[in-house]
Nanobody, 125 residues
Framework: QEQLVESGGGLVQAGGSLRLSCAGS????????MGWFRQSPGKEREFVAGISWTGGSTSYTDSVRGRFTISRDNAKSTVYLQMNSLKPEDTAVYYC??????????????????WGQGTQVSVSS
């Protein structure tokens, strides 16, 4: 399994920006699709963004499309989530995840077999 470590979370005012990073182990990172999920208190974990192994294909949930950008640098075994125009409803613990395959047509939790520990993002109004 992939070892994943997230960083970059914090407290920001509405309208602000944050960039999350997720560092993976070198050996298998570049051959796996990656995703970001989030979980708010009292809610189920939800998909936020996903990216294929080359970075050539990305997917976003509707509520973040146009505001968030997922990218990856396979040379650094790192995936990023640039979050702009943040809203209070974006407040959640954000998790990085690695899939067992290089490409996904649909991003669901069941497709991911490695998870990070999560990083808190808090957006104040």
């Amino acid at each position: 399994q992939e070892q994943l470590v997230e960083s970059g979370g914090g407290l920001v005012q509405a309208g602000g920006s944050l960039r999350l990073s997720c560092a993976g182990s070198v050996r298998t990172f570049s051959s796996r699709a990656m995703g970001w999920f989030r979980q708010s208190p009292g809610k189920e974990r939800e998909f936020v963004a996903g990216i294929s192994w080359t970075g050539g294909s990305t997917s976003y949930t509707d509520s973040v499309r146009g505001r968030f950008t997922i990218s990856r640098d396979n040379a650094k075994s790192t995936v990023y989530l640039q979050m702009n125009s943040l809203k209070p409803e974006d407040t959640a613990v954000y998790y990085c995840a690695a899939a067992s395959v290089p490409f996904l047509s649909f991003y669901t939790e069941r497709s991911f077999n490695s998870w990070g520990q999560g990083t808190q993002v808090s957006v104040s109004s």
